[in-house]
């Protein structure tokens, strides 16, 4: 383990060289924690750069912003501050802290700590480790916990038995370290983890909270493991609401995760989609739009991402209507563009085995999309249109004509506004 700093690209070496020498000038011990840790030993990428301070945070990043004329954020009411580093990496800073827990589920009262505090009060052991980056003893692992040991040995164990019951959302995070590493979750960790579930630990905690950890286990590469063992465990109750026919969902999903990738790469490069949402569609899939509004409530979803959700429910109508035997680039573009980007990657999913609305599909995103006018609403004024709904409608005609070939240059576009905006 001496050299496991060694593994980290020169960049990341050069900036926790600085972080160290300047914690050194102020006389303060600093350890990069966490995950980064855990992947650095696993052999796996991973640029979160967390460090944790024993002293203040908030003046150390401080003085490192300072010194190397870096922006800097700080949260004064966390104790934490963010540098970012000249190609920007961030760097996240927190004072080493020591946290209890006033009643199970509650956010946790928090007092400065030592490393060894701060370690405690993670959620495995797998990710209470920490590696010393001041120059003297520079590199040193700190891991109290055992918890290289577990990496070997492919566990995932939580730090004391009321880890769950302190704070349930850790049941989902031990389900999605246990399935992204194809690790199991250690007997005892399983009994406690089940003991939680069984005491209903879900309810002591906020649903925003829940719903967090529930997202980051469907931005995974591959979710559907995760909502099995869930399942199998009983831990999707959290949900409140009975997931409908889910081997069916399991099923969409494995397809969505095998082509999320390609597809990423294919059709949204510049625009990267957002995988979970269309995970969260297929789970709802079959929701009617009552339960569907609990959940949103429930949850409190940020409204864009339930426009997103609710435009997937109308994809058996679109699916219906884009079947039709002969379609024009615009007639596909009406019916496609209204979705989201999620919305349609669902439908691409549900359709995968009929290749003319793949084929469909894929125009949509790589040559229709994209397609603009070069004129706009005040062109038009400048004709001595009004401004109104004409203006909206000879827009869209205009593109439609351009979307069907009819139409190519801003001159052309242009004659055919005046001619539209003569017609009345
Ligand atoms: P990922 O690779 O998914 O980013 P991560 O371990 O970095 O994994 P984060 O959610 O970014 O996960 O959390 C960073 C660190 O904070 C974790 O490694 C863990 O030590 C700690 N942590 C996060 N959530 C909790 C929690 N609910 N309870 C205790 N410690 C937590």
């Not at 019951?165 to 979750?185: G, H, K, V, Y």
Request: hydrophobic share 45%; glycine share 6%.
């Amino acid at each position: 383990m001496k050299n496991l700093l060694s593994r980290l690209n020169q960049d990341i070496r050069l900036i926790l060289k600085d972080i160290g020498n300047i914690a050194d000038e102020r006389g303060v011990a600093v350890f990069v924690v966490g995950g980064l840790v855990r992947d650095l030993i696993l052999g796996k990428e991973n640029f979160d750069l967390d460090i944790v301070v024993e002293g203040d945070a908030i003046t150390m990043a401080e003085a490192i912003a300072k010194r190397k004329k870096l922006e800097w954020v700080c949260y004064r009411e966390f104790g934490t501050a963010t540098v970012i580093f000249s190609k920007g990496d961030r760097v996240d800073f927190a004072t080493a802290r020591k946290e209890s827990y006033a009643h199970p589920g509650a956010l946790p009262k928090v007092v400065a700590g030592s490393i060894h505090d701060d370690l405690f009060r993670r959620d495995f052991t797998i990710n209470a480790l920490a590696v010393r980056i001041n120059p003297v003893r520079l590199g040193v692992l700190i891991d109290d916990f055992s918890g290289v040991q577990d990496l070997k040995a492919k566990r995932i164990r939580i730090m004391h038995d009321q880890s769950f019951i302190d704070d349930p959302t850790r049941i989902l995070r031990a389900i999605r370290f246990e399935q992204r590493f194809n690790f199991r979750i250690e007997k005892h960790s399983l009994n406690m983890l089940n003991l939680a579930l069984s005491k209903k630990a879900f309810q002591t905690v906020k649903p925003e909270r829940i719903f967090e950890e529930f997202r980051k286990m469907l931005s995974e590469g591959t979710p559907q493991k995760s909502l099995k063992r869930c399942d199998s465990l009983g831990a999707l109750d959290f949900l409140g609401i009975k997931l409908k026919n889910l081997s069916e969902s399991l099923r969409l999903m494995e397809k969505f995760s095998y082509s999320s990738r390609p597809l990423q790469k294919k059709l949204f490069k510049d625009n990267p989609i957002e995988a979970w949402l269309v995970y969260f569609m297929i789970l709802v899939e079959h929701f009617g739009e009552k339960d569907l509004d609990t959940i949103f409530k429930r949850f409190n979803l940020k409204k864009i991402d339930r426009n997103k959700i609710a435009s997937s429910k109308q994809g058996h109508v679109v699916l219906k209507k884009l079947k039709a035997k002969r379609l024009s680039p615009s007639q596909i573009y009406r019916l496609l563009s209204p979705l989201s980007s999620e919305a349609i990657s669902f439908l691409r999913i549900k359709a995968a085995s009929h290749r003319i609305l793949v084929r469909r599909i894929d125009q949509f995103f790589l040559n229709y999309r994209a397609v603009a006018l070069s004129i706009n609403g005040n062109d038009l004024i400048n004709f001595g249109l009004s401004s109104g709904n004409r203006i909206g409608m000879i827009l869209a005609q205009i593109l439609d004509e351009k979307l069907d070939g009819l139409i190519t240059t801003r001159e052309e576009e242009i004659l055919r506004a005046k001619t539209l905006a003569v017609q009345g």
